[in-house]
């Protein structure tokens, strides 16, 4: 599985679009882009995945870059609830479909 | 519909000792992960289980061992604790008869190892 890089933390504020980012240079041509976040001392909760085309859901929209090496992850309308750290991952499917690979993510401060 | 179910909570154990950690699936999953998440690191994995079989593993020692049960539930053993054990130990599950899908998370279950 390909390695990813984040920032290790960002800040927004709150009502205001936050947007993280991933660079996953490496991504292979059948590898998936997953975002995850982890709320303080919950499990991680799903929040988007794509291959390669913009994908959005009721809690955020993913937008991966052409030639797949990097994706964006945009929370529309943070919220102080929207605090935690975030994870970007590309796994290969169908092989590994509950394996993931986490890295440090970045932890998002959305501030009133 | 019940999500991603561990037991216990919480657990103390004191070095040497043996531990057993529990986790039932969310309806509709046969395949459990899991993974364990030290303090300030992300989530590491450690072993996933499919059709009742040990399906990967991550680069643990064998004092950590698993087992799945016929109705998809699953527990994680581990053997001799050592104080490094200390950690939210969290189980994920998935379907794995889909080509594309997500894994759902537990609320983990907190080890002290003194």
């Known amino acids: 599985d390909a390695k990813t890089t984040q920032p290790p933390s960002m800040d927004c504020a709150e009502g205001r679009a936050a947007n993280l980012p991933c660079n996953h240079s490496t991504i292979s041509g059948n590898e998936y882009v997953y975002w995850y976040r982890q709320i303080h001392s919950q499990g991680p909760q799903y929040i988007i995945h794509g291959l390669k085309n913009n994908e959005t859901n009721e809690m955020a929209s993913l937008i991966i870059t052409e030639d797949r090496k990097s994706s964006t992850l945009i929370l529309p309308h943070a919220t102080l609830r929207d605090t935690a750290v975030y994870y970007c991952?590309?796994?290969?499917?169908?092989?590994?479909?509950?394996?993931?690979?986490f890295g440090q993510g970045t932890t998002l401060q959305v501030k009133p | 519909d019940a999500g991603v179910t561990q037991s216990p909570t919480h657990l103390i154990k004191t070095r040497g000792q043996q531990v057993t950690l529990r986790c039932s699936p969310k309806s509709g999953h046969d395949t459990v992960s899991w993974y364990q998440q030290a303090l300030g690191q992300g989530p590491q994995f450690i072993f996933q289980y499919y059709e009742e079989e040990e399906r990967q593993r991550g680069n643990f020692p064998d004092r950590f061992s698993g087992h799945q049960f016929p109705n998809y539930s699953s527990e994680l053993n581990v053997n001799a604790l050592l104080l490094g054990d200390s950690a939210l130990y969290l189980c994920a599950s998935s379907w794995g008869g889909a080509s594309n899908t997500e894994a759902f998370f537990g609320q983990g279950t907190r080890l002290t190892v003194v």
């Open positions: 991952i590309v796994r290969v499917t169908p092989s590994n479909t509950g394996k993931l690979i």
